[in-house]
């Protein structure tokens, strides 16, 4: 099975930087992925690593290491509309699904 | 940009009934899913469907649940007696592919209310 921690909430300000965590524990790994879920909406993609590093995009940027099952998203120059949920996911290589940790809600303070 | 559609964007449905949600998939994607989220809490897995058939359900999906893609373009979750616990909001989300980098598309959900 899958264990994908992260923390429930984190305040932020508007123009800083913000760093959110997760861990995870799977049996066989094949790629962890972050999303973006506004409140009511469906959740959209933001970005998917498979190797070690940090891969960026834009002001989001997301780092991996899979000998320590650790990532981390990184949103820089916060703007007001970042306030959502960040849901980090794991898909096993097993496995034709890819299963989503209970999301980290962000809230941005003017 | 391609979409994943799905309707109704709202249900209200009395226990016990049947209610079948649509969704209609990115046409040149071949991997397709359902996931379920009760407010408040995480996105869970329901099933996944590739090749006109299921390649992977979790525990939710019991034998109240089935799934159909009854034409080229369709992908419908069939709940075949309703309970209060499966009120939730339902996303669809297909995928070209399951290797690589791709992500999945979620459609914007049909929130499903049972009374």
């Known amino acids: 099975g899958q264990n994908i921690d992260q923390p429930t909430e984190m305040t932020a300000t508007e123009g800083a930087i913000v760093q959110i965590n997760c861990t995870y524990q799977?049996?066989?790994?094949?790629?962890l992925f972050w999303y973006q879920q506004h409140a009511g909406e469906a959740p959209t993609f933001l970005s998917y690593?498979?190797?070690?590093g940090l891969e960026e995009k834009g002001r989001f940027s997301s780092f991996l290491s899979r000998s320590k099952g650790y990532s981390y998203l990184l949103l820089k120059e916060l703007q007001m509309k970042d306030s959502a949920s960040y849901l980090c996911?794991?898909?096993?290589?097993?496995?034709?699904?890819?299963?989503f940790g209970k999301g980290t809600r962000l809230h941005i303070l003017p | 940009e391609p979409e994943v559609t799905q309707t109704p964007s709202h249900q209200v449905t009395q226990m016990g009934q049947e209610v079948i949600l649509r969704c209609v998939p990115i046409?040149?994607?071949?991997?397709f899913y359902w996931y379920r989220q009760i407010l408040g809490q995480k996105v869970e897995f329901l099933v996944s469907?590739?090749?006109?058939?299921?390649?992977?359900k979790s525990e939710i999906f019991d034998d109240q649940f089935s799934v159909e893609r009854p034409d080229g373009s369709n992908f419908t979750l069939k709940i075949r007696s309703t309970k209060l616990e499966d009120s939730a909001m339902y996303f669809c989300?297909?995928?070209?592919?399951?290797?690589?980098?791709?992500?999945?598309?979620f459609g914007s959900g049909t929130r499903l209310t049972v009374v």
């Open positions: 989300a297909s995928s070209v592919s399951t290797g690589a980098n791709y992500g999945y598309t």
């Open positions: 799977t049996s066989g790994f094949n790629g």
């Open positions: 690593n498979v190797l070690d």
């Open positions: 996911a794991v898909r096993d290589h097993r496995d034709d699904k890819i299963i």
């Open positions: 046409s040149n994607h071949l991997y």
């Open positions: 469907f590739y090749n006109n058939e299921i390649s992977e």
